[in-house]
């Protein structure tokens, strides 16, 4: 017959209380730090509000793909990468969308993917199109606002659609719009 080596036994359960502490360790840690990048019209607060992280839980029992899933919810995020650290770092890597104009008529905000959302009185420094346009242009208009930098967009204060016309009316360039500016 095979004696039983208590020693070895012992150690192998100790070995295995060991791996078992430090997992229930490491699967416990909480949230010490939520780390936000760029986010420029949303606040952080709201980010972590939506994203059910007000509590600090524990880090590795709440899913990527979770907080994912709620942050893009929001209407101005268009992605959201998400990282996890051992020392309970929390990052959130956010793709926000620009903001374009309100389309008065609408009462809309335009992003820059052409998306519409709804204007809660929220966004300061947006600029206002005034009348109608017909589509074509307009997706003109946004491909043409994509490319100008956050600073001077932020510096119009009204856009019209305004074609050019010759003295007897006929229309000359139909994708011309007048900015009007701070």
């Given at each position: 017959?095979?004696?039983?080596?208590?020693?070895?036994?012992?150690?192998?359960?100790?070995?295995?209380?060991?791996?078992?502490?430090?997992?229930?360790?490491?699967?416990?840690?909480?949230?010490?730090?939520?780390?936000?990048?760029?986010?420029?019209?949303?606040?952080?607060s709201e980010i972590i509000r939506v994203a059910?992280?007000?509590?600090?839980?524990?880090?590795?029992?709440?899913?990527?793909?979770?907080?994912?899933?709620?942050?893009?919810?929001?209407?101005?995020?268009?992605?959201?990468?998400v990282k996890k650290s051992l020392t309970g770092?929390?990052?959130?890597?956010?793709?926000?969308?620009?903001?374009?104009?309100?389309?008065?008529?609408?009462?809309?905000?335009?992003?820059?993917?052409?998306?519409?959302?709804?204007?809660?009185?929220?966004?300061l420094g947006v600029p206002i199109l005034i009348?109608?346009?017909?589509?074509?242009?307009?997706?003109?208009?946004?491909?043409?606002?994509?490319?100008?930098?956050?600073?001077?967009?932020?510096?119009?204060?009204?856009?019209?659609?305004?074609?050019?016309?010759?003295?007897?009316?006929?229309?000359?360039?139909?994708?011309?719009?007048?900015?009007?500016?701070?």
């Open positions: 017959r095979r004696r039983l080596n208590i020693k070895n036994c012992i150690k192998f359960i100790l070995v295995i209380g060991i791996f078992i502490y430090i997992g229930y360790y490491v699967f416990n840690i909480p949230i010490s730090h939520i780390e936000i990048t760029g986010t420029n019209r949303l606040k952080d059910d992280l007000v509590n600090n839980p524990p880090i590795f029992q709440v899913l990527s793909i979770d907080i994912e899933n709620k942050i893009e919810r929001l209407a101005l995020v268009e992605e959201v990468k770092v929390l990052t959130l890597k956010i793709k926000e969308a620009k903001i374009l104009f309100l389309k008065k008529s609408t009462g809309k905000i335009v992003v820059d993917s052409g998306k519409e959302i709804d204007d809660n009185n929220a966004y009348g109608s346009v017909p589509d074509s242009n307009l997706q003109d208009l946004v491909k043409g606002l994509t490319q100008i930098d956050q600073c001077v967009l932020q510096s119009i204060n009204e856009i019209y659609y305004e074609p050019s016309k010759t003295t007897d009316g006929t229309i000359i360039d139909e994708t011309r719009f007048k900015l009007l500016m701070n």
